[in-house]
């Protein structure tokens, strides 16, 4: 059973461009974490998602970033215009939903912005 | 905002020694959730305590919940080198919205 897949491991992009980052849940799971982490810090929360459903999206900056989890396919986070402050590590969680379920994490996207 | 903070910050122990991490929260919770991180990789669930649930086991883990002091506390027994990592609590409340604290890093010595 294949963990919570998440790509791709590293990204770089230009400042101005769009970075898209792709989290595949662990089979089975409904329910999507995004939280970003800057080194040597916590994670913190950006946003959460059921299928086709954002359900908390309190962590997210208003403007250029988004969050997509369609019935079919992946989570997406789009990132656009990318500034130099946006360069982090992006990680991803699933977890089925019921109470008192883990998060399984994926190993995250590393996004550099030159 | 973040819900929890981990103390301490950093911890350097001996091998064989125990290593004991705190974790201090803001509001109610359904369970708190204690993660390990290695280097460059995403966090790994260790062990889950519900509120109403005061201290649980698990191998040579051990973790405390005082909900009314809003704190955790995680101890590591017998520590051994791969143990290295960073360890975070992380608190859910309704919406099942799970909030981490800024970890512990935590090494250890051969």
């Known amino acids: 059973n294949a963990g919570v897949m998440q790509n791709p491991r590293h990204l770089v992009r230009r400042r101005g461009q769009e970075a898209r980052l792709r989290c595949s849940p662990m089979k089975g799971h409904s329910h999507v974490y995004w939280y970003r982490q800057l080194p040597e810090e916590g994670l913190k929360f950006m946003v959460y998602?059921?299928?086709?459903?954002?359900?908390?999206e309190s962590g997210m900056p208003k403007e250029r970033f988004s969050a997509e989890f369609p019935k079919e396919g992946p989570s997406i986070l789009r990132i656009q215009q990318v500034v130099r402050g946006d360069s982090a590590a992006y990680f991803c969680?699933?977890?089925?939903?019921?109470?008192?379920?883990?998060?399984?994490f994926g190993n995250g996207t590393r996004l550099t912005v030159t | 905002s973040q819900q929890g903070e981990e103390d301490p910050q950093a911890l350097s122990i001996q091998e064989g020694e125990n290593a004991t991490m705190n974790c201090s929260y803001k509001t109610s919770i359904n369970n708190l959730q204690w993660y390990r991180q290695n280097s460059g990789r995403g966090l790994v669930h260790l062990i889950l305590?519900?509120?109403?649930?005061r201290e649980k086991h698990s191998g040579r883990l051990r973790v405390t919940l005082d909900t009314s002091k809003k704190s955790s506390s995680l101890l590591i027994t017998a520590s051994r080198a791969a143990d290295t990592a960073s360890y975070f609590c992380?608190?859910?409340?309704?919406?099942?919205?799970?909030?981490f604290g800024t970890g512990t890093r935590l090494k250890v010595l051969a």
């Open positions: 992380a608190t859910a409340s309704g919406t099942y919205k799970y909030i």
């Open positions: 305590i519900r509120s109403n649930e």
């Open positions: 969680a699933s977890s089925p939903g019921s109470p008192d379920s883990p998060l399984h």
């Open positions: 998602l059921q299928k086709e459903n954002i359900i908390d």
